[in-house]
C-alpha cells in the first residue's frame, strides 16, 4: 500500500515562511497527480495547491502569489513552500495522490500555525 508522510510543519510568525515536504512510498510516484490540502478546526478540508504528473499546478485564489508547490520525482518527494504566512493559514495539511479523481493514498497530515 502506498504511504505518505508529511514534515516540515510548525508554529511561526505571521510573515514567515515555512516549507513542508511529503515523502511517497513506491515506484510510480511519477505518475501521480500530487496535491496539499488544509483543514482548519469547523472548517472543510480545501484544495491548497496540486501539480500533475506533467508538471502543471494549479493554486487556491487564496495562497496564490504566496505558495509553491514542486516535486522531486527522482526523490519521491513534492513540497510545499510557504511564504508570506498568515494567521488563516493555520491548520493541519495533508499530503495527497490521485490518478485523475481516484485517490491513491492520504497522508497522517502536518501541524502549521501562524501566530505572534
Known amino acids: 500500500q502506498v504511504q505518505l508522510v508529511e514534515s516540515g510543519g510548525g508554529l511561526v510568525q505571521p510573515g514567515g515562511s515555512l516549507r513542508l515536504s511529503c515523502a511517497a512510498s513506491g515506484s510510480i510516484f511519477s505518475i501521480y497527480t500530487m496535491g496539499w490540502y488544509r483543514q482548519a478546526p469547523g472548517k472543510q478540508r480545501e484544495l491548497v495547491a496540486s501539480i500533475a504528473s506533467g508538471g502543471n499546478t494549479n493554486y487556491a485564489d487564496s495562497v496564490k502569489g504566496r505558495f509553491t508547490i514542486s516535486r522531486d520525482n527522482a526523490k519521491n518527494t513534492v513540497y510545499l513552500q510557504m511564504n508570506s504566512l498568515r494567521p488563516e493559514d493555520t491548520a493541519v495539511y495533508y499530503c495527497?495522490?490521485?490518478?485523475?479523481?481516484?485517490?491513491?493514498?492520504w497522508g497522517q497530515g502536518t501541524q502549521v500555525t501562524v501566530s505572534s
Open positions: 495527497n495522490a490521485r490518478r485523475v479523481t481516484v485517490n491513491v493514498a
